[in-house]
């Protein structure tokens, strides 16, 4: 049997290697921790349907790798793109310091209408903190993110952050500052979003005949 859903929303996670990338999808998608992650080389990918604002949505991730040399290939997945994790290690500094080339990769090559949220992770390891939560709220706010703080290893937050990231997309469908059907959006009807849409456009033509 087919899954039902309304709205497919194309996402990715982004960020230097190491930052637990791929640990945030693997808990995501299975509600564990992934204990013997390796340096991601080229995409992962993983995809779950989840209920947002009432609606149900399929969520297609693509986990990138963050070392130089796989930048080329990787920038290829971010055309159409609706949201998107940039993910930095709350215990690495220099993670932090590389947010802004991630950021700005995002903004040229996706969706011109991308939703970014920042994601500070492994906030488990909090004696080996390098980056306050303050400073990395404070880039959030200059740079029109969405941001919290999560462990993947605990699992704190991770569901938010995938979640709190696609009802900012689904609002903004919603109000219609978001085209469904504007190629490169990232977004796609689902089948069950697509039978209301014909059963609408039926019952329109319905009641012109009527008229």
Not at 29 to 40: A, N, Q, V
Not at 66 to 76: N, P
Not at 172 to 177: L, S, V
């Amino acid at each position: 049997m087919s899954e039902s859903y309304d709205y497919l929303f194309k996402f990715l996670i982004i960020g230097q290697a190491g930052t637990g990338k791929s640990c945030l999808l693997h808990h995501f998608i299975e509600s564990k921790f992934k204990e013997d992650s390796s340096h991601t080389i080229g995409v992962e990918f993983g995809s779950r349907i989840v209920n947002v604002g009432g609606k149900s949505v399929k969520l297609q991730i693509w986990d990138t790798a963050g070392q130089e040399r796989f930048r080329s290939v990787t920038r290829s997945y971010y055309r159409g793109a609706a949201g998107a994790l940039l993910v930095y290690d709350s215990t690495s500094r220099e993670s932090f310091n590389t947010l802004s080339n991630w950021l700005n990769d995002a903004r040229k090559m996706a969706s011109p209408q991308i939703v970014i949220l920042l994601v500070g992770n492994k906030k488990d390891l909090e004696e080996a903190r390098q980056v306050t939560f303050l400073e990395a709220s404070t880039f959030a706010q200059e740079n029109d993110l969405i941001f919290l703080e999560t462990s993947a290893k605990t699992g704190d937050s991770v569901e938010e952050a995938f979640l709190k990231c696609s009802k900012t997309i689904l609002a903004k469908i919603e109000t219609g500052e978001l085209d469904v059907e504007r190629i490169g959006s990232g977004i796609q009807y689902g089948d069950a979003a697509a039978r209301t849409l014909q059963n609408n456009q039926r019952t329109s033509r319905q009641d012109c005949c009527r008229i």
